[in-house]
């Protein structure tokens, strides 16, 4: 084979089998964390601070920023973080993704296969779920480091050309190209981690003397500028389409680290001797690549330290190049806080499809606020409303099914998120039901106001005690749910009885009213559908409280991560 063209197949290889493995390590680390990550997210609503520490965090743990960044965006674009939160949370995201580089600085070469055998007899041998997600996580960080070992094995060629020496110190000598050259690799990769790690590889090989790095400390600083700056369109990426504060996080991730660019390009060599200085001695290329994640470490520390405190400032800078506007929400079968950009976290998805869910539960109780005003009123003229937002319901539904059925074949669920989806969909399924129940009745109560006839006053009367208690189960099965609390839960089963009797009531007085003349039997079939409704409503709330009985309360509704 061509030199060339096995240099360029062994660099190509090696980045796929490194990308692999850090996508893999990444997903496999969140079913090793499970739960965890919730507690991990419960830090972004405390201060800027502890925004910072959650996203580097997270980052730690999801091993990218781009992954962290997003999730952000879809919670700002949700309603469910600040802008300065998720602000806060890039900050931190960006000393996070370090860690990868810090990583790869040690020389673990010898070890590779042990891990990779390791890794894969665990995997292969556990049952238990996260023991096994452990072994896995082993197993693709051997991985990570094979790819890394075969993209160093065939650049050494390359150190010893004279057209790409040339060319290396070209870049070298004018910061900026290194800059431009940085960025462009990290367009096409996708992957500011995968760079870096090309990176401190290359800079590791000894150039023409066979002592110093053939691209040395200064000539790798401004590339790993670029990186940083590539990084960012991701973020870019993930706004399109979102709200104007997701738009204005993903502009400040990319102000972050052009203005970080910005800065030390004009002191890549006093940075250079500083990192020289606090980094481990001895012969260049065997220490740069720990040099390198030291550069890229105190880099990102330096702007945190630097815009954290300006954060009123980034805000006002994003806000000025975005500005205010009018945002509609109008559609109401559009999904409010579902983002497919987060499906590969899934803590961060199930806490929006909990959010969607409570969303579709907010409308029933416009349904049924407006099905007590047509029986109170004694008109029809909610109808139409009521017909919209039970349309809106259904389309929301499948749309929550298509989202969890999307998140269920990544993967990446962990065998109590899974569990914890499925309590999701239970309650939505009732949700839905009462919304279903609502529509059936309002049109079962216009159904005898369009042939003419009119329930008497004391039949009306009843219907609105019924449908007052329903309102009162469904706002309690609800907080129940969120909170489990107790007598919340003694109250509903009250009132369930309570509407068994009225039921059963209301069911006695229309036969004797028709019995009597004072109502026409022509009314009795929509009457017995709209308590037939009541019924199957009174059950639905049931279920719900049943959610709450059976422990499965979900913090996610209160935003207790």
């Known amino acids: 084979m061509d030199e060339r063209l096995k240099i360029i197949m062994g660099l190509l290889g090696g980045l796929a089998v490194f990308i692999y493995g850090m996508n893999l390590m990444s997903e496999c680390l969140q079913k090793a964390a499970g739960e965890r990550m919730k507690h991990i997210l419960e830090l972004l609503t405390k201060n800027r601070f502890m925004g910072v520490l959650a996203g580097a965090l997270v980052t730690a743990v999801l091993q990218s920023s781009s992954a962290t960044t ?72 051997g991985l990570l480091f094979l790819g890394i070992e075969t993209m160093g094995s065939v650049m050494k060629p390359l150190a010893s050309n004279p057209v790409f020496t040339n060319m290396i110190a070209q870049v070298a000598g004018i910061p900026v190209l290194g800059v431009a050259v940085g960025t462009l690799m990290t367009l096409v990769v996708q ?37 940083n700056i590539g990084t960012t369109i991701t973020a870019l990426l993930a706004s399109v389409g979102q709200s104007r504060d997701a738009k204005r996080t993903a502009v400040a991730h990319s102000i972050f680290n052009i203005s970080g660019a910005l800065l030390f390009i004009w002191f890549v060599k006093p940075f250079a001797a500083f990192v020289q200085y606090v980094s481990p001695k001895g012969a260049e290329v065997e220490v740069i690549s720990r040099q390198i994640a030291n550069a890229h470490t105190i880099f990102n520390i330096t702007m945190t330290l630097i815009w954290i405190g300006l954060l009123g400032l ?106 914890q989806t499925a309590r999701l969909m239970y309650v939505l399924s009732n949700v839905e039901r009462m919304g279903d129940m609502s529509v059936e009745m309002a049109e079962a109560f216009l159904e005898g106001e369009e042939e003419g006839y009119h329930y008497s006053a004391e039949a009306m009367e009843n219907l609105e005690s019924s449908l007052v208690c329903i309102e ?31 039921d059963i009531e209301l069911r006695k007085g229309h036969m004797e009213r028709v019995n009597k003349g004072l109502c026409d039997k022509k009314m009795s079939v929509p009457f017995m559908r709209i308590l037939h409704c009541i019924d199957r409503m009174g059950n639905s709330c049931v279920n719900l409280t049943e959610v709450a009985l059976n422990q499965m309360q979900l913090a996610y509704f209160t935003g207790e991560m």
């Open 70 to 141: 997003v999730m952000a965006i879809g919670f700002v674009s949700a309603g469910l973080m600040s802008l300065p939160q998720a602000i806060s949370i890039i900050f931190g995201a960006n000393i996070g993704t370090t860690m990868t580089a810090q990583i790869i600085a040690f020389k673990i070469t010898d070890y590779i296969y042990a891990f990779i055998f390791i890794g894969f007899i665990v995997s292969f041998i556990c049952k238990n779920e996260r023991v096994k997600n452990i072994g896995r996580t082993v197993f693709a960080f």
């Open 191 to 227: 992957s500011s981690s995968a760079t870096i790690a090309v990176l401190q590889n290359f800079a590791s090989q000894t150039g023409a003397d066979g002592v110093s790095s053939v691209l040395g400390l200064t000539g790798a600083i401004p590339i790993l500028l670029g990186d």
């Open 314 to 419: 980034m805000v006002k800078i994003v806000t000025k190049l975005i500005p205010d506007g009018k945002e509609s929400r109008s559609d109401l079968a559009v999904p409010r806080y579902l983002d497919k950009n987060v499906l590969a976290q899934p803590a961060a998805a199930l806490r929006l499809v909990a959010q969607e869910v409570l969303h579709c539960s907010e409308m029933v109780q416009e349904m049924l606020d407006d099905v007590i005003r047509m029986v109170r009123q004694k008109n029809t003229d909610r109808l139409p409303a009521v017909r919209e937002y039970g349309n809106a319901l259904n389309s929301l539904h499948i749309d929550v099914e298509e989202y969890l059925a999307e998140l269920f074949s990544s993967g990446v669920l962990t065998e109590q998120q899974a569990a």
């Open 472 to 502: 009162k189960m469904y706002h309690d099965a609800l907080e129940a749910i969120a909170g489990g609390k107790e007598e919340i839960l003694d109250g509903l089963l009250q009132h369930k009885n309570q509407v068994l009797d009225l």
